[in-house]
């Protein structure tokens, strides 16, 4: 799904093991524990 990425931002969210990631791809959580990658529900079609 994200493969081939190379811009992005990565931020931390507070109290969790996820990463927010955003690209040309929408919006992400990347699960640090589980290394998933997950759309953020309310925000993914906003990059």
């Known amino acids: 799904m994200l493969r081939g990425t ?3 931002d990565l931020r931390p969210v507070p109290a969790s093991a996820d ?3 955003f690209n040309e791809h929408g919006v992400h ?6 290394t998933t990658f997950r759309p953020q ?7």
């Open 6 to 8: 190379h811009d992005h």
């Open 19 to 21: 990463l927010l990631l």
């Open 29 to 34: 959580f990347f699960d640090r524990d589980q």
């Open 41 to 47: 529900p309310l925000l993914k079609h906003l990059a």
